[in-house]
């Protein structure tokens, strides 16, 4: 894995995602487009070294990245 940490960014469109919310719904929400929340979903990706929206969401639980916390936070 890359030592990179991720972003807050990255974090939360991960966090929105994880809750099943589309790119486009993400974007909506966070007030960006839906190809920025892609681009972070795909920085995500290349930093925990996995391909694909879900084992990057897999792998930032794994790694503590995501936690309950986190995801309480971004849906208040």
């Given at each position: ?6 972003s807050r960014r ?45 084992a990057c969401i ?7 990245l995501l936690t ?9």
């Amino acid at each position: 894995m890359n030592s990179t940490p991720l972003s807050r960014r990255e974090l939360q469109c991960l966090a929105w995602v994880s809750c099943g919310k589309t790119s486009w719904e993400t974007g909506c929400i966070l007030g960006i487009s839906e190809s920025t929340v892609n681009f972070h979903l795909r920085n995500a990706c290349r930093k925990l070294n996995v391909y694909g929206r879900q084992a990057c969401i897999a792998q930032a639980w794994r790694l503590g990245l995501l936690t309950p916390s986190i995801l309480a936070r971004e849906t208040e």
